[in-house]
């Protein structure tokens, strides 16, 4: 009996210790893949052509218990984006017709005595309220396109009284 190690109060027994440290593979690789498809989704989101470099796996010591709860939260994100891709991929030809008619299609377009700006002739007021930031004439046609979509999605074509 001398030989085994016995825990005493919280203390851990050196193969518990040991045993708690070792990751389920197939957790680890579940992580990776989940995460690189959020990389991917997120760049199709953002307009990009390939997602971002992944950086190293850096929570080698995550306990499996951690990393289920991570996997949870991946879940759900990808959900969130994929519904959000739905979204606007309903709404694009709704937004192109707008597009067309507001400035042409021209995502630099600023009309209205500078009031309205970008493709689909935001003011700056409505562009904050759909968590755009600076000028909505110097963001990205896909950054314009996804907030435009917010906006349709909360006003329907109310936003846009003319071309709506």
């Known amino acids: 009996m ?11 027994t050196t193969e ?10 197939r957790l680890v690789k579940r992580y990776q893949r989940l995460r690189n498809r959020l ?7 953002d307009g990009r052509h390939r997602p971002k470099p992944e950086r190293e796996w850096k929570h080698p010591r995550w306990s499996d218990h951690h990393l289920r709860h991570v996997i949870r939260l991946l879940r759900k994100r990808i959900r969130r984006v994929r519904a959000h891709l739905r979204t606007v991929a309903a709404a694009r030809p709704v937004l192109e017709r707008i597009a067309a008619c507001e400035s ?4 630099r ?11 689909y002739q ?6 904050a309220g759909v968590g755009g930031r600076g000028d909505p004439a110097r963001a990205s046609e896909a ?8 906006l349709l999605q909360r006003t329907g074509g109310s936003a846009w009284p003319v071309c709506g």
Do not use: C, M, S, Y
């Open 2 to 12: 001398p030989d085994q190690k016995q825990p005493i109060g919280v203390a851990l």
């Open 16 to 25: 518990t210790a040991n045993a708690d440290q070792q990751q389920n593979p």
């Open 39 to 45: 990389n991917h989704l997120i760049a199709k989101r």
């Open 104 to 107: 042409h299609g021209n995502p």
């Open 109 to 119: 377009a600023i009309g209205g005595g500078g009031a309205f700006r970008g493709k």
């Open 122 to 127: 935001f003011t700056f007021g409505t562009w």
């Open 143 to 150: 950054e314009q396109d996804r907030r435009a979509a917010v």
